[in-house]
């Protein structure tokens, strides 16, 4: 049965001696909020697992209570804090032949979480690297916020400190995709009052709050509105998302004359607006829409 057993990695008395083949990484994604989400996958490689690392052994200890299975690996915790440590010790286990499930607290290792030092070790040593995909609070994000989900950059937790996180925000200000950030809930009215100053205060955005939890929330409006919502006491996990910089009209009516010459010349629609968006530097969707709502007015 899982139980949460001392911080250590020595082999147990009982196991066998170094097997010949290496064994098994699996980055398993867990439920981000509602247990009812842990897919049969999660759970078969919970209880095929030899080794479990987890972010907070106690946690998983809970979910699995939740969900009614009592794996039989060995539980041993994995977060930043030792993740430097435990890694080379890991990886020794994985050579020994052991199959290794990664789990962190919520959705899946290595996105922001504890994973890619073991990631990037077991592929160094030709060990065997998989996952188990589940729920995704960037993707569940994007998709009820209402912002366009063409295409986006994850962007991840900004620095605590303000200066660097003013200086991030400054160079991806013009950037033509939806912008995904997880922040912690004390820090987000200071990064939404950043976002004001960087995006402009009508850009649309949306903070989405406990994301498939009971309390689950989703505040959408310009980035003013939610800064202002967001001054007072917020509790939670928060994802973030921001809609693209709009396009500049006048650079938008260049790259419509562009391709209307290209298409005069032959060149065939698609290609036309893929070559003009990369050399003007317009969104291809946008430069498309605007084609093809000129097009109509003629």
């Known amino acids: 049965m899982l139980e949460d057993q001392p911080d250590t990695l020595t082999q147990p008395s009982n196991e066998s001696p170094q ?10 994604g867990t439920p981000i909020g509602d247990a009812r989400y842990a897919s049969p996958a999660m759970i078969t490689a919970l209880e095929q697992a030899e080794l479990i690392a987890a972010e907070d052994t106690r946690r998983l200890i809970a979910l699995c209570r939740r969900i009614g299975i009592h794996p039989q690996a060995e539980l041993i915790s994995y977060f930043d804090g030792n993740e430097a440590e435990r890694t080379p010790q890991l990886l020794k286990r994985l050579q020994a032949g052991v199959r290794i499930a990664l789990v962190t607290d919520a959705g899946m290792p290595s996105v922001s ?7 990037t070790a077991a592929i160094s040593a030709d060990i065997q690297v998989t996952a188990v995909p589940g729920p995704s609070a960037v993707l569940t994000a994007l998709a009820v916020s209402g912002i366009v989900p063409d295409r986006f950059a994850f962007e991840g937790f900004l620095s605590r400190k303000a200066g660097p996180r003013r200086a991030r925000m400054a160079q991806i200000a013009t950037d033509d995709r939806a912008l995904i950030f997880f922040e912690a809930p004390h820090r987000l009215a200071a ?14 955005g949306a903070i989405c709050r406990e994301l498939t939890k009971p309390y ?16 007072g006491e917020v509790r939670g996990e928060i994802t973030i998302v921001i809609a693209p910089a709009p396009a500049i009209e006048g650079q938008l009516d260049q790259a419509c004359q562009a391709v209307t010459q290209m298409l005069a010349a032959g060149a065939k629609p698609s290609r036309a607006v893929a070559t003009v968006a990369a050399s003007h530097g317009v969104d291809r969707h946008r430069l498309y829409d605007a084609i093809l709502t000129a097009s109509k007015e003629h």
């Open 191 to 204: 990064f939404l009052d950043d976002a004001v100053e960087a995006f402009g205060a009508d850009r649309p």
């Open 19 to 28: 097997r010949d083949t290496n064994g098994l990484l699996q980055l398993v």
């Open 216 to 231: 689950e929330e989703i505040i959408r409006g310009n980035l003013a509105e939610l800064a202002a919502w967001a001054a």
């Open 113 to 119: 979480d504890p994973g890619f030092r073991l990631v």
